[in-house]
């Protein structure tokens, strides 16, 4: 038994006459769990912290009292115990008591066959309902694609909590009224649609109506893989089954929703939603001809960052064999401003896991951060309740969604000057060289200040918190990753953490970018290169899975188009890197029946029949470890612990050229209407129909109508879309919700546009 020291003893408690040991401030329930002890529970979920509602989880202590373990921390020397005929009956009225006026509508509930309440009165051998009450007059609450049914309720209060808690929006609240006590919105908050309302709630009181009536649980059959539609490759589970439309295999499974382990983890709206059903595919052996004669044509290719590892690696030798350039913006201008800025601080690469969990204070700069990394935002957010953690958000946008402490809102494309004013306040010119001290010196405080609407009052307060911040940490977006001044961005950055205590992580574009960055040699894409071939990306042969419930009939001038279908990430085994350089598993949950890319390669050589093949083969000089597909991990153990494929060795940053920092004589102007593209990332990766979002005064300011249809150029086309008014947005940049459209030429993220009002919706 491994026995934990504290104040020069051994901490011990008695469970069921078992003697364990525990760490100070573990609960009761925490204890028993760790050490394989069963105790019943209904609203004690460990992500979140216990509230004690349900009394399911009492315990009895030898003389007799009856106490909440959840909520009752581990003491030296107690005895209590788990199950006695005390508890028994108390446990019994607790469930009838819940089960007073509960409808007995279990055949039609959604939540019928996974309902813990379910469980828990067959668990208990309730013999006879013997409470009555009057009946209420329940009501049911309806709101963003959700029902709330009072009468299901038992008010466990896991709703709200995980709401407030974990996704941080506060939207669900409870009022409190004794035995008429329900659950009720902040309506001015903002929902994001997220369903981990509907995960955790034990009853079928909170259901999903993308699901309600579409299948009973027990028909699912579960595949546990990882979500690829940001870098951080939450744990996911596809809920599939059979449609028998069809005999084809390909056609005749479908995905129905798609979950976590809601004990632990979490999922955003994208991950939730935007799952893609499978493209239909079949081997055509035409299409695998035409294919082979593109890459014999083909001068380079370009990747998308939903390539899995194995993809890239064939992609790579394919480089090397056919004499191919590889583009991949995403993960280019990634490595590149990483290693710029790691080489200068000679700093490790650091992981989000490591460092929140520790930090006190954690600044963002460059992301928008509530979507395109929305379980990022949690994080923060419950980082923000639980440790008191002071969260600085640096952006152009205002975002009303976020909690924070401080918003430092910078012009469109004044990045330089902002990370300029950051070093000369954070860093003493005394511990720079000659050079660096002398653009420092050299720079017009005020004239930046004043171009990039930064007050000087603003950056010292920054200043000054990181001076009493212990652990303070920055958080670097991909929109630095493509500005025009990227690498002297780094090299400021690099100078920042290398003389401050502040640590920094790049934040990775999407999908697999890390991976992509560490697999292939990737070439600068001028977006002018004739032959290429787009793989997963646009290019003159296109290589992408095609989703048949997708309208592009406003603009097919920037609709994907595909000459060979691949399999989409439901349907694939492999794997890819996330933000903290992570390998993780995908695991197919949907059948496919056609070609995919180990079948062209081996007309060039190729052994291999299947990517796994390939896992174990990753480049291990970048960090890879000799590990096969079949060997890598997906689960939590009972504790919440992940075991999920492996950290990659972090090797050391380097670059060869050298950077001089040059003066900052302007910055540039950004004037009037202003669009945000942002990278496919989180709740922008989605299969719904393209949107702009923008606020009241960027509405009034081009004489616009919300819910309407509009017109601007786009890359010198006209693109046409829906434009919504948001609250949660103020001043002239409105945010564009692209969809599956290839829209983005991989430059910096913001263009003036002119919006044109065609129609109301």
């Not at 379910?118 to 009450?133: C, G, N, R, W, Y």
């Not at 979500?227 to 995905?255: D, M, P, R, W």
């Not at 064939?314 to 590149?336: F, P, T």
């Amino acid at each position: 038994m491994l026995l934990y020291r504290y104040g020069g003893g051994v901490m011990e408690i008695y469970i069921n006459d078992q003697k364990l040991s525990f760490l100070p401030g573990e609960s009761i329930l925490e204890v028993a769990r760790k050490h394989h002890i069963y105790i019943p529970t209904l609203c004690h979920l460990p992500k979140l912290a216990p509230v004690g509602a349900c009394r399911m989880c009492v315990v009895e202590e030898d003389n007799g009292n009856i106490i909440a373990s959840c909520k009752s921390p581990a003491r030296p020397n107690i005895r209590v115990h788990t199950h006695t005929p005390k508890l028994q009956k108390y446990r019994q009225e607790i469930m009838q008591f819940l089960c007073i006026n509960h409808p007995l509508e279990c055949g039609v509930c959604d939540k019928s066959g996974e309902c813990e309440l379910q469980d828990k009165v067959l668990e208990t051998k309730i013999p006879l309902q013997t409470f009555s009450a009057e009946q209420r007059e329940d009501e049911l609450l309806v709101f963003q694609n959700k029902i709330y049914d009072e009468s299901l309720c038992i008010l466990c209060e896991r709703c709200a909590r995980t709401c407030n808690q974990i996704v941080g929006n506060n939207y669900l609240k409870v009022i409190t009224g004794g035995y008429h006590s329900k659950i009720g919105i902040n309506a001015q908050n903002y929902c994001e649609d997220c369903d981990e309302c509907v995960s955790v709630c034990p009853t079928g009181a909170m259901i999903s109506q993308r699901f309600q009536y579409k299948s009973n649980a027990w028909e699912l059959e579960k595949t546990a893989s990882s979500c690829t539609n940001c870098a951080l490759g939450c744990y996911i589970v596809y809920e599939v089954k059979s449609t028998q439309q069809t005999t084809h295999l390909n056609q005749n499974k479908k995905i129905y929703r798609s979950t976590t382990q809601m004990e632990f983890t979490q999922l955003c709206h994208s991950g939730r939603h935007h799952f893609a059903h499978a493209p239909t595919a079949y081997k055509d052996d035409n299409a695998l001809k035409s294919a082979i004669d593109a890459f014999k044509n083909a001068k380079a290719i370009r990747i998308g960052t939903q390539t899995t590892n194995e993809e890239a690696l064939i992609l790579s030798l394919l480089q090397d064999k056919l004499g191919l350039e590889l583009y991949c913006e995403e993960a280019r201008v990634y490595h590149h401003f990483t290693h710029r800025l790691k080489s200068t601080s000679q700093s490790p690469i650091y992981r989000t896991k490591d460092l929140l969990k520790n930090a006190d204070v954690c600044i963002s700069i460059a992301s928008f951060i509530f979507d395109t990394m929305p379980v990022l935002k949690s994080q923060i957010s419950k980082a923000i309740t639980t440790q008191n953690t002071q969260y600085i958000y640096l952006h152009p946008i205002p975002d009303m969604r976020l909690k924070k402490h401080q918003h430092i809102q910078y012009e469109v494309n004044t990045e330089l000057g902002v990370v300029a004013l950051m070093l000369a306040k954070l860093v003493p010119v005394e511990v720079l060289d000659t050079k660096d001290s002398a653009f420092i010196q050299n720079l017009d405080i005020g004239y930046l200040s004043s171009e990039s609407n930064v007050g000087e009052e603003e950056i010292n307060a920054l200043a000054q918190t990181l001076k009493e911040a212990k652990n303070p940490i920055l958080l670097v977006g991909s929109e630095l990753f493509y500005h025009a001044h990227s690498q002297e961005i780094a090299y400021m950055l690099g100078l920042i953490e290398k003389h401050s205590p502040l640590k920094i992580i790049t934040l990775s574009p999407s999908g697999n970018a890390v991976g992509i960055s560490l697999i292939c040699k990737l070439c600068e894409d001028s977006n002018k290169q004739e032959g290429v071939i787009g793989y997963r990306e646009r290019g003159e042969y296109a290589l992408n899975p095609v989703y048949d419930d997708i309208a592009y009939k406003d603009n097919p001038d920037f609709a994907p188009t595909s000459h060979y279908t691949l399999p989409a990430l439901t349907q694939i085994e492999g794997s890819f890197v996330n933000t903290d350089y992570a390998l993780l598993p995908l695991v197919p949950s949907l059948p496919y029946e056609g070609y995919d890319l180990c079948d062209i390669a081996q007309h060039f050589g190729l052994k291999e029949t299947y990517l796994i093949e390939l896992t174990h083969k990753l480049p291990t000089h970048k960090g890879f470890k000799n590990i096969a597909y079949d060997d890598l991990l997906n689960h939590f153990d009972k504790n919440g612990t992940a075991f999920r494929g492996y950290d990659l060795d972090l090797i050391p940053c380097t670059t060869d050229t050298p950077i001089t920092l040059t003066p900052i004589d302007s910055l540039p102007e950004s004037n009037g209407s202003i669009l945000y593209i942002p990278e496919l990332s989180g709740n922008f990766f989605t299969l719904e129909t393209p949107k702009i979002f923008g606020s009241h005064q960027f509405k009034i300011a081009n004489k616009l109508t919300s819910h309407q249809k509009i017109s601007f150029k786009l890359h010198h086309k006209t693109f046409v879309c829906e434009f919504i008014e948001q609250d949660y947005l103020k001043g002239m940049v409105a945010i564009f919700e692209s969809a599956k459209f290839f829209i983005t030429t991989h430059n910096y993220p913001y263009e003036k546009i002119t919006p044109k009002p065609l129609e109301l919706l």
